[in-house]
């Protein structure tokens, strides 16, 4: 059963050394959504929400395997900077060291690079999630837990294929005033969506790996 599940919560990054920095928060007024079994949060962040009942608080650890994955060295890419102008202009308003920047790969997957470097022929980019190589603490409350609706799981697919429901987000909350499900893809070869130049992490400690 795929159930419509929001959560208040904070993430912590947790180093090396222990010490915890606060990564994102989602308030009650705009807790986080998803609808589980849709691939859309990080397996282990929902095997553990999925059983608790509204109103119930968590707090728990995910390794960084649980996470995103070690940082990765191969997802630091040098591309073409041709593949970033718009009729033979390189927009540096845009692009520059430090940008984050949507992409999408040949699968048509969308992702989020951050800008290392600019050459005079290469965009240095690193793919890697910004909570790659990272342990990920979690403290919160489960504010909705009730199972999905037919719409809600058709706008779901529809978002993830690619498709908008309109609201963005895929989910049936019309009068509820919630976030927007968050979702995540595979770093592959990829190239610059021109006209699509939001900034952001739209990840929520649930995109890319």
């Known amino acids: 059963m795929n159930k419509y599940i929001t959560v208040a919560y904070v993430l912590e990054s947790v180093d090396d050394a222990g010490h915890r920095h606060v990564e994102e928060e989602a308030t009650e007024e705009h807790p986080y959504q998803f609808i589980s079994g849709m691939g859309v949060a990080l397996e282990a962040f929902e095997k553990k929400i999925e059983p608790l009942a509204e109103g119930e608080s968590f ?26 102008c718009v009729d033979g202009r390189f927009n540096t308003e845009t ?10 790969n040949a699968d048509g997957m969308r992702f989020i690079g951050h800008i290392l470097e600019i050459s005079d022929e290469k965009v240095k980019i690193d ?18 837990s009730r199972p999905a ?3 809600e799981i058709e706008n779901m697919v529809n978002l993830l294929s690619g498709e908008d429901c309109g609201c963005g987000c895929g989910c049936d909350h019309e009068g509820e005033g919630e976030g927007c499900c968050h979702g995540h893809g595979e770093h592959k070869h990829c190239h610059h969506e021109h006209g699509d130049h939001g900034e952001g992490h739209c990840h929520c400690h649930h995109h890319h790996e």
């Open 59 to 84: 707090d728990f650890t995910l390794s960084v395997d649980e996470g995103y994955g070690p940082y990765d060295l191969e997802h630091v890419v040098e591309l073409d900077k041709k593949m970033f």
């Open 127 to 144: 793919l890697n999630d910004t909570l790659a190589g990272k342990q990920l603490h979690f403290t919160g409350k489960v504010i909705t």
């Open 149 to 151: 609706t037919e719409k």
């Open 95 to 104: 692009f520059f060291p430090g940008a984050i920047i949507p992409l999408v």
